[in-house]
């Protein structure tokens, strides 16, 4: 399969621990984006990385969360200190930048349940 | 980005033709109109893109009138297999933020 993928895919946590959740994109994919999503809700955009660099974070994204993209290939997206409200489907998303018609594709996503 | 209004939910039976459309009337010049199709605990899955008039792909076909004000996603036949939710996304080619609304949630019935 050389589609997105994302690990791991269910995580539950106590409030107040420390979570990761990594993504890989489809290799050659310089873009990569993390999204959340809530119960009933479509995604929402967290974070843009092209290549490396991150260069868009959203207002979502407080300072208890963080990513990185060493190397241009997989991400991390760290939660420090998770809250009962940061629980979420955390959807990973990568595309090639070929100017129009650009198109992300989606992993399976890591579901979260702060307890 | 601009802004897209579909329907919140579809109801469709097995082997009839779905079409489920969205209005995007602010859409810009170098905007595109994505579908993406998403079941339950699962990520969205990219259904089709276009810019103008029709394409069609082994899975749907995306019609866009002159004036790319709307855009309507055409389900052929569908199956028990097609309910789920469907998201209408305009956006800039290159860099794209996707902006999803609540989606319209397609339920097929036997």
């Known amino acids: 399969d050389t589609g997105v993928s994302q690990d791991p895919r269910h995580k539950i946590t106590k409030r107040g621990q420390n979570v990761t959740f990594r993504c890989d994109p489809i290799?050659?994919?310089?873009?990569l984006y993390w999204y959340r999503q809530t119960l009933g809700q479509g995604p929402e955009f967290l974070t843009y990385?092209?290549?490396?660099?991150?260069?868009?974070k959203s207002r979502l994204l407080s300072d208890r969360f963080s990513a990185e993209r060493p190397k241009g290939s997989f991400s991390t997206l760290e939660i420090q200190r998770t809250e009962q409200g940061d629980s979420a489907m955390y959807l990973c998303a990568s595309s090639l930048s070929a100017g129009a018609g650009e198109t992300q594709y989606f992993g399976p996503g890591t579901r979260l349940l702060v307890l | 980005l601009a802004k897209t209004t579909q329907p919140i939910s579809m109801d469709s039976y097995e082997g009839q033709e779905v079409n489920i459309t969205c209005s995007h009337n602010?859409?810009?010049?170098?905007?595109?109109i994505t579908w993406y199709q998403q079941f339950p605990s699962q990520g969205p899955r990219f259904i089709i893109q276009?810019?103008?008039t029709k394409v069609t792909n082994e899975v749907a076909s995306l019609f866009i009138p002159a004036d790319r004000k709307s855009s309507t996603l055409s389900l052929p036949r569908v199956s028990l297999s097609d309910t789920a939710v469907y998201y209408c996304?305009?956006?800039?080619?290159?860099?794209?933020?996707?902006?999803f609304g609540a989606g319209t949630r397609l339920a097929v019935h036997p």
């Open positions: 276009g810019y103008k």
């Open positions: 996304l305009v956006g800039a080619g290159g860099y794209n933020k996707l902006i």
């Open positions: 602010n859409i810009a010049t170098n905007d595109y």
């Open positions: 990385f092209q290549n490396e660099a991150q260069l868009e």
């Open positions: 290799s050659e994919h310089n873009r």
